[in-house]
């Protein structure tokens, strides 16, 4: 199971990332049409349709997918003044609880988000722009996102709570 799990946040964090660079390939891209409609030998405008349109949806998509990665990863921010504070026989029960809490309201998200996916699947919902996309194929990504966050929270509420020790390690950034 660890491995499945670990296999799944970092999927989630490489597609993440691909989808970084394919917002990179598809801006650069306009930018040279841009450059070639200007200055070019072609008296017509050329334009990539939508591409600010699926530029944002790929933007959303990446960052929800890479919530879940970053935190198995310890890059995610973390107030431990407050957890310093606590006495050490309450560090276990102050980080369990917290992870609990989080894990609780990134279910929730995804509870709504899944309620606002299937409304926009039914009503045949479409984005405004020039090519005009079903709504609930980019906000599919980002229910998956917050799924994949809520199950890593468990899994850490749940390894926290085993193990009887922080399992969250911060990254260093040195």
Do not use: W
């Amino acid at each position: 199971m660890r491995k499945l799990l670990d296999g799944v946040y970092t999927g989630s964090g490489l597609l993440s990332a691909g989808l970084i660079a394919a917002i990179c390939l598809l801006v650069t891209a306009q930018v040279l049409l841009n450059l070639i409609t200007k200055y070019g030998p072609f008296d017509i405008n050329l334009t990539i349709p939508s591409y600010a349109d699926f530029a944002g949806y790929m933007l959303a998509a990446s960052t929800f997918l890479a919530l879940a990665y970053t935190l198995m990863r310890g890059g995610h921010i973390r107030v431990t003044m407050v957890l310093n504070l606590v006495p050490s026989g309450f560090r276990l029960a102050a980080e369990a609880f917290a992870l609990a809490l989080c894990a609780a309201v990134a279910g929730y998200s995804s509870f709504y988000m899944y309620r606002l996916v299937h409304e926009s699947y039914e009503f045949g919902d479409m984005s405004s722009g020039i090519v005009a996309i079903p709504l609930y194929i980019p906000q599919s990504t980002v229910l998956a996102g917050l799924v994949i966050l809520t199950i890593a929270l468990i899994d850490l509420t749940i390894q926290a709570i085993r193990l009887g020790r922080p399992v969250i390690v911060q990254m260093n950034t040195e």
